[in-house]
């Protein structure tokens, strides 16, 4: 395996997929504050005190099929597209297995560090904050992001095992 190769691809690819991300998570915000009501610590979201609006979970929806149907599937086909011609001897299961491990470990660790830790966290902007939550503490709780970024984590092994042997079939 070109281990550099497999490696660049994820990480290049990842760092896209973030972006995408932090795009669709800012243009969500705009539309509605609370499409994320649910991500927010259990304090944050019990002081707000009011179930996710309707247009928030319209939001989140959208969300949804903007970062993973627009930006996450077509991102990874042509990452494994183009792994699979830069390649000595195409696109093999462990290849494609570890190039999308490595996308989407690459968007958990900008999502934590980037977007929880610097931007949630430590610059709260007004468009993150909920209205009657301001200056809670609990927004620069870095263990509870922690905690959200390492229970998602094994989405990172599932994700890499399905895209590997999908390729491996499809190559």
Known sequence: MQWSTVVGYGVAFGLALSAVFTIGLFA?????????LNDYPPA?????????????????????VFVWALGGVPLVITA???????L????????????????FATLTVWDLVVLDWIIFAGLRPRL????????????RDMRFHLHAALKG?????????????????VA
């Open 128 to 139: 993150l904050v909920l209205p009657g939550t301001e200056g809670m503490p609990e927004y």
């Open 153 to 169: 984590s094994p989405l990172i092994l599932i994700v890499g095992l399905v895209t590997g042997g999908v390729s491996a079939l």
């Open 88 to 103: 000595e001897g195409g696109l093999d299961f462990l290849s494609a297995a570890l190039c999308a491990a490595i996308i």
């Open 28 to 36: 969500g915000a705009a539309l509605s504050r609370d499409f994320l």
């Open 80 to 86: 494994m597209i183009k792994l699979h011609a830069s």
């Open 44 to 64: 944050i979201q019990h002081q707000y005190g009011k179930p996710q609006s309707r247009r928030g979970r319209q939001v989140a929806l959208l969300f949804g």
